[in-house]
């Protein structure tokens, strides 16, 4: 094709004079570019036909057969909503994956949730929520517990949580797993899936093949006067619940948060029991409370003054000899929710 074939040409648009050139039809379709002057309609000519050139050159020097390969590839490529950019990345990446398949030491599921455990352990979390989240991870591999993690694929474990449902009572009951408890899982799964990678017993984290997420939509809910004093009335019920009266006046009637109370952060971060939240940071004689920095959720230590109902409860779970932080805290809840019929625990409910 000869430069003498596109010639730029002025048409107007909108009220206003452009220079448009009309490359020639390829597929059915033609492409028009609109330039403010001659000048650039004709450099775009010259790019647009010493390219047409550079092409022609390099689809001259194939053999017939080279040609057809190409075109089919390109159109199958096409037809299944593809581009040539993506196959090559994909290829890739599988390059990639094949070569550090060939360093990877194979290692069976729950030996790698075994290394997990240990590794949350020292750093500090809880006994209690390792033990929970591991039984959590098996059950995902169950009846395949000696399969090597790194066989296991992003749209089995897709498929996995895809499945559960809510096991906890209350009007939920049966229903998919919700985006909270979607993402907590799909957290905990990642964890485990990088421990296996920092082992060299995996290269890649499928959780980061599975969808992510959407936005949590929070809504701040509390407890009505009423329940209040329907919790408040179960909590006195026997041993077990009037365990717990301590933690659920201090959330009542001091607003303190649940993990501060049951020193999440200070347990997390392997701190002594002396830096946790107990009975020493309660003075009932002069109606205050302190927050350590090494509890806060903020990390800002704070002192707050116990209203007069908060200090009489206190003084009684000082009698029930109450632990502070509260031991098998859940259980006891359970039971004041069975007793006043309360179906869902609010977790922030009593910070009214």
Same mark, same amino acid.
């Given at each position: 094709?000869?430069?003498?074939?596109?010639?730029?040409?002025?048409? $107007?648009?909108?009220?206003?004079?452009?220079?448009?050139?009309?490359?020639?039809?390829?597929?059915?379709? @033609?492409?028009?570019? !609109?330039?403010? $002057?001659? /000048?650039?309609?004709?450099?775009?000519?010259?790019?647009?036909?010493?390219?047409?050139?550079?092409? %022609?050159?390099?689809?001259?020097?194939?053999?017939?057969?080279? @040609?057809?390969?190409?075109? =089919?590839?390109? /159109? %199958?490529?096409?037809?299944? #909503?593809?581009? =040539?950019?993506?196959?090559?990345?994909?290829?890739?990446?599988?390059?990639?994956?094949?070569?550090?398949?060939?360093?990877? *030491?194979?290692?069976?599921?729950?030996?790698?949730?075994?290394?997990?455990?240990?590794?949350?352990?020292?750093?500090? &979390?809880?006994?209690?929520?390792?033990?929970?989240?591991?039984?959590?991870?098996?059950?995902?591999?169950?009846?395949?517990?000696?399969?090597?993690?790194?066989?296991?694929?992003?749209?089995?474990?897709?498929?996995?949580?895809?499945?559960?449902?809510?096991?906890?009572?209350?009007?939920?009951? %049966?229903?998919?797993?919700?985006?909270?408890?979607?993402? $907590?899982?799909?957290?905990?799964?990642?964890?485990?899936?990088?421990?296996?990678?920092?082992?060299?017993?995996?290269? &890649?984290?499928?959780?980061?093949?599975?969808?992510?997420? #959407?936005?949590?939509?929070?809504?701040?809910?509390?407890?009505?006067?009423?329940? /209040?004093?329907?919790?408040?009335?179960?909590?006195?019920?026997?041993?077990? /619940?009037?365990?717990?009266?301590?933690?659920?006046?201090? %959330?009542?009637?001091?607003?303190?948060?649940?993990?501060?109370?049951?020193?999440?952060?200070?347990?997390?971060? #392997?701190?002594?029991?002396?830096?946790? !939240? #107990?009975?020493?940071?309660?003075? =009932?004689?002069?109606?205050?409370?302190?927050?350590?920095?090494?509890?806060?959720? $903020?990390?800002?230590?704070? +002192? !707050?003054?116990?209203?007069?109902?908060? *200090?009489?409860?206190?003084?009684?779970?000082?009698? !029930?000899?109450?632990? =502070?932080?509260? +031991?098998?805290?859940?259980?006891?809840?359970?039971? +004041?929710?069975?007793?006043?019929?309360?179906?869902?625990?609010? @977790?922030?409910?009593?910070?009214?």
């Amino acid at each position: 094709m000869s430069k003498s074939e596109i010639k730029p040409r002025e048409v $107007t648009q909108n009220g206003k004079k452009w220079h448009m050139v009309e490359l020639p039809a390829y597929e059915g379709k @033609r492409k028009r570019l !609109f330039f403010h $002057t001659e /000048t650039k309609a004709n450099d775009a000519i010259d790019k647009f036909e010493k390219e047409v050139k550079k092409a %022609g050159e390099w689809w001259a020097r194939l053999e017939p057969q080279e @040609r057809r390969a190409v075109e =089919l590839v390109c /159109t %199958g490529i096409k037809h299944a #909503g593809l581009t =040539l950019t993506k196959v090559w990345e994909d290829h890739q990446e599988s390059r990639k994956q094949q070569q550090e398949a060939s360093t990877i *030491v194979p290692q069976a599921y729950e030996d790698v949730v075994t290394e997990w455990k240990r590794r949350k352990l020292a750093a500090g &979390l809880s006994e209690r929520y390792v033990y929970h989240a591991a039984v959590d991870l098996m059950k995902f591999c169950k009846g395949q517990e000696r399969r090597n993690i790194h066989e296991i694929r992003a749209d089995e474990l897709e498929k996995y949580i895809d499945s559960q449902k809510i096991q906890k009572r209350g009007k939920d009951f %049966g229903k998919p797993w919700g985006k909270s408890t979607r993402r $907590t899982n799909m957290s905990l799964f990642s964890g485990l899936w990088e421990c296996a990678i920092a082992k060299g017993w995996a290269s &890649l984290n499928i959780v980061d093949r599975l969808e992510p997420v #959407g936005k949590l939509s929070r809504q701040k809910l509390i407890y009505p006067n009423e329940t /209040t004093l329907n919790i408040m009335a179960a909590v006195l019920e026997n041993d077990k /619940t009037r365990s717990v009266l301590a933690p659920i006046a201090l %959330g009542l009637f001091g607003c303190m948060r649940p993990e501060e109370i049951t020193s999440e952060k200070p347990k997390r971060n #392997g701190l002594p029991v002396e830096k946790w !939240f #107990g009975w020493k940071d309660i003075d =009932l004689e002069n109606k205050l409370v302190t927050v350590s920095k090494d509890v806060a959720k $903020t990390g800002d230590e704070r +002192v !707050f003054r116990l209203q007069p109902a908060a *200090v009489e409860w206190l003084k009684l779970a000082k009698e !029930f000899r109450n632990p =502070l932080p509260p +031991v098998d805290e859940m259980r006891a809840l359970d039971l +004041v929710c069975e007793l006043i019929g309360l179906e869902d625990w609010i @977790r922030d409910g009593l910070r009214t």
